[in-house]
T-cell receptor, first 111, second 116 residues
């Protein structure tokens, strides 16, 4: 068991709506990274939070935003949802910036 | 540019046969290398990692991988495959970027099917 949890498991939204995904990091970890995985693809890096600050961002528009809390849990927010946002969203936690352990993911469907 | 290539999109092996999944990377510095496995609809589980030292690393579930710097490769092997090994396998390179963050660069994955 990795200890990383994500909620919800599945989510269905319509275009233009906003969504918040949540991630609880493994005990003792202070870094959370978020990835988007489209069907049949490898994960794409969205951004990373280290000690409550954004510490790097991939090629995603500003409508993808995040937050890390003092207990190192994290949220991913996506505004103005588009059909192409449909994907599995993966959260990974690590201690510092090394080995990342993944949660089970949130499957987002945008209709 | 940093990249990871997994040349085999799909592999089918018979149960009990040996397995090798290929991974090639392009990265200017000493890489941190990982193999993850993903069952359908699930998150990613770390199989093994290479940071430095012995170039043959052992992982969970009987997997091993060998780092070959001269070939920029990090191939995953298992001597005898079990039906439960059927899954998607991803190779990843850990990179440092400006601001000292580390992100993972991923291959597209290799889908493994196991025949009984």
């Amino acid at each position: 068991e990795t200890g990383v949890t994500q909620s919800p498991t599945h989510l269905i939204k319509t275009r233009g709506q906003q969504v918040t995904l949540r991630c609880s990091s493994q005990s003792g970890h202070n870094t959370v990274s978020w990835y988007q995985q489209a069907l049949g693809q490898g994960p794409q890096f969205i951004f990373q939070y280290y000690r409550e600050e954004e510490n790097g961002r991939g090629n995603f528009p500003p409508r993808f935003s995040g937050l890390q809390f003092p207990n190192y849990s994290s949220e991913l927010n996506v505004n103005a949802l588009e059909l192409d946002d449909s994907a599995l969203y993966l959260c990974a936690s690590s201690f510092g910036l090394v080995t990342q352990y993944f949660g089970p993911g949130t499957r987002l469907t945008v209709l | 540019a940093q990249s990871v290539t997994q040349p085999d999109i799909h592999i089918t092996v018979s149960e009990g046969a040996s397995l090798e999944l290929r991974c090639n990377y392009s990265y200017g510095a000493t890489p941190y290398l990982f193999w993850y496995v993903q069952s359908p609809g699930q998150g990613l589980q770390l199989l093994l990692k290479y940071f430095s030292g012995d170039t043959l690393v052992q992982g969970i579930k009987g997997f091993e991988a060998e780092f070959k710097r001269s070939q920029s490769s990090f191939n995953l092997r298992k001597p005898s495959v079990h039906w439960s090994d059927a899954a998607e396998y991803f190779c990843a390179v850990g990179t440092y970027n400006a601001g000292n963050n580390r992100k993972l660069i991923w291959g597209l994955g290799t889908s493994l099917a196991v025949n009984p």
